[in-house]
T-cell receptor
Framework: SQKIEQNSEALNIQEGKTATLTCNYT??????LQWYRQDPGRGPVFLLL?????KEKRKERLKVTFDTTLKQSLFHITASQPADSATYLC?????????????FGKGTHLIIQP | NAGVMQNPRHLVRRRGQEARLRCSPM?????VYWYRQLPEEGLKFMVY????????ESGMPKERFSAEFPKEGPSILRIQQVVRGDSAAYFC?????????????FGPGTRLTVT
């Protein structure tokens, strides 16, 4: 079955630096990959979606890359701020071509130190 | 435009009781997904519904769990005879169309505690 791996340890970054989060997947070739942000006690919030034929996607201070050869996505936050502290989830489309839900990684907890 | 609404936000049930979780999708959204999040675990897909139809329930336990999305009213996730292992956060998400091309909008979740 498809498997998604994200850094399980918290990532501590100094304010103003670029935070880079990794999402690796196996046993699957997704057509789409999404990134969500989740704050404690809240539901996930959509950030970015990237398609398999796209190498990179940007939105304000966020950038996502998608390498289908390496089976990896990188999520970057530039000029990081303490307000960016949260858990970031990587999600893939399910194996049924969209006729099912997303498959999520466990998430990486990001802490931006002021 | 109100977001996805879930109620109750917190629900405490004793073992053997029934739990009913409600989800009202965003206006104009006819696709609803339910996910479960256990402590220290990722979100796990349970079931995908469109109005009056269950499209995919492959992630939902075969026994004790059921879901519906009637023509009128919210989507309901029902857990019968709850056990301690059902304690988790249950999230509902909606989208305007099917498929992973579109982002999903999540509700705030219902935190179920089974005592």
């Amino acid at each position: 079955s498809q498997k998604i791996e994200q850094n399980s340890e918290a990532l501590n970054i100094q304010e103003g630096k670029t935070a880079t989060l990794t999402c690796n997947y196996t046993n699957y070739s997704p057509a789409y990959l999404q990134w969500y942000r989740q704050d404690p006690g809240r539901g996930p919030v959509f950030l970015l979606l990237i398609r398999e034929n796209e190498k990179e996607k940007r939105k304000e201070r966020l950038k996502v890359t998608f390498d289908t050869t390496l089976k990896q996505s990188l999520f970057h936050i530039t000029a990081s701020q303490p307000a960016d502290s949260a858990t970031y989830l990587c999600a893939l489309d399910g194996p049924h071509g969209g006729a099912d839900g997303l498959t999520f990684g466990k998430g990486t907890h990001l802490i931006i130190q002021p | 435009n109100a977001g996805v609404m879930q109620n109750p936000r917190h629900l405490v049930r004793r073992r053997g009781q029934e739990a009913r979780l409600r989800c009202s999708p965003m206006k104009g959204h006819s696709h609803v997904y339910w996910y479960r999040q256990l402590p220290e675990e990722g979100l796990k897909f349970m079931v995908y519904l469109q109005k009056e139809n269950i499209i995919d329930e492959s992630g939902m336990p075969k026994e004790r769990f059921s879901a519906e999305f009637p023509k009128e009213g919210p989507s309901i996730l029902r857990i019968q005879q709850v056990v301690r292992g059902d304690s988790a956060a249950y999230f509902c998400a909606s989208s305007p169309r099917a498929g992973a091309t579109y982002e999903q909008y999540f509700g705030p979740g219902t935190r179920l505690t089974v005592t």
